[in-house]
């Protein structure tokens, strides 16, 4: 009996030492591509919008590119990474034609409250409940993790919307963040930070807010490539800014684009020996759009019917291999921040909202 006993106690101390280990070696990448709805994610292009003259330049040439006969291969033209890989080897939830849905927990539906619940693990629909460049009061996973001793120094950040730096807080978290029109700074640029800062200065500005996503991606992908930070958030923005501007070609362009970055970023952790194995993909929006009235599919917020609902997306180390959710279930982006905490072996906050997810 005793024998039994020392036996059990031995193999519980080796699984927690080897759940420790595992949390220790993880790293965590996550992703989001700002205001792209979940019907073009699941279903692709969209039948009433694709040769739409009031949303499309050229519809013969868009309907080229991505309209097919059937929404299955209608998404694998659009976001061919996500569907020919990403499906065999993870988990994409949303499809609500199949039962599956992720909502936000915020109630107003646009981007600071939606970003602050997915990097909080709470809504603050109190106190966030506009895009100003306010410092946000609340404690991001980025700032947790930057606070401890595994770490501090090994956290980034990159989006295109110049207002990260204030829902990050970076000037109280210590998160370094790259947003809006920045330049990669310090002492020790690369040729190619280098690069991209002359270029960004030498390419068009089309928003005064939001820089494009090329010069995000690089960013990020030079710092992972330099510093190799151990959590890493990426924010893409120009689905949600061609949408706004009623540009349906656009707005399809940019996420097959994005669909070509992630899989770039994903190829480099696999080739990369401090990413090889080791690392968790997690993607996501920070709000809908609207698909009735028609026109509604360029605006989100409160009063846009749908706009709550989002998808998420995930794999890498540890993700078991689930393809499309098919089935009835109900996630919330609340969630996100309290699984990336588990994944990298920190404690959830009591104040925090969310609980995780078992993927």
Known sequence: ??????????????????????????????????????????????????????YVQNPEALKTAFWRDTPIERREALMP????QVSKMGQLHGNRTLGSKVDLTNTMWFSYPGYNEILTGTADDARIRSNDKMPNPNTTILELYNNTKEGKGKVAAFGSWDVFPYII?????????????????GGDLTEREKMLNDIQQ???????????????????????????PKLLYISYGETDDFAHGGFYDFYLQAANRTDAMVRELWEYTQQDEFYKDQTIF???????????????????????????????????KGIEAMGEIDQEEQLHSNQI??????????????????????L
């Open 202 to 228: 030498q390419a068009p500005i089309i928003w005064e807010s939001v820089r494009l996503d090329v010069f995000t991606h690089n960013y990020a992908l030079e710092e992972m490539k330099k510093n190799h």
């Open 282 to 316: 997690l993607i996501t929006t920070d709000h809908g759009r609207g698909t009735r009235p028609l026109e509604t599919w360029k605006s989100h917020g409160s009063d846009i019917n749908g706009a709550g609902g989002v998808w998420f997306v995930t794999f890498g």
């Open 81 to 84: 990474f996500f569907w020919n």
């Open 337 to 358: 921040a309290p699984t990336i905490l588990k994944y990298i072996g920190l404690s959830i906050p009591k104040e925090m909202k969310g609980i995780p997810m078992k």
């Open 169 to 185: 807080n970076e000037e109280r978290s210590g998160v370094p963040v790259n947003a809006g029109y920045e330049k990669a700074t």
């Open 1 to 54: 009996m005793k024998n039994r006993i020392l036996v059990l106690i031995m193999g519980w101390a080796i699984m927690g030492l080897t759940y420790a280990q595992n949390s220790i070696d993880t790293k965590v990448i996550l992703i989001t591509l700002d205001g792209f709805r979940w019907q073009e994610l699941f279903t692709g292009a969209d039948s009433l919008l694709v040769t739409n003259k009031s």
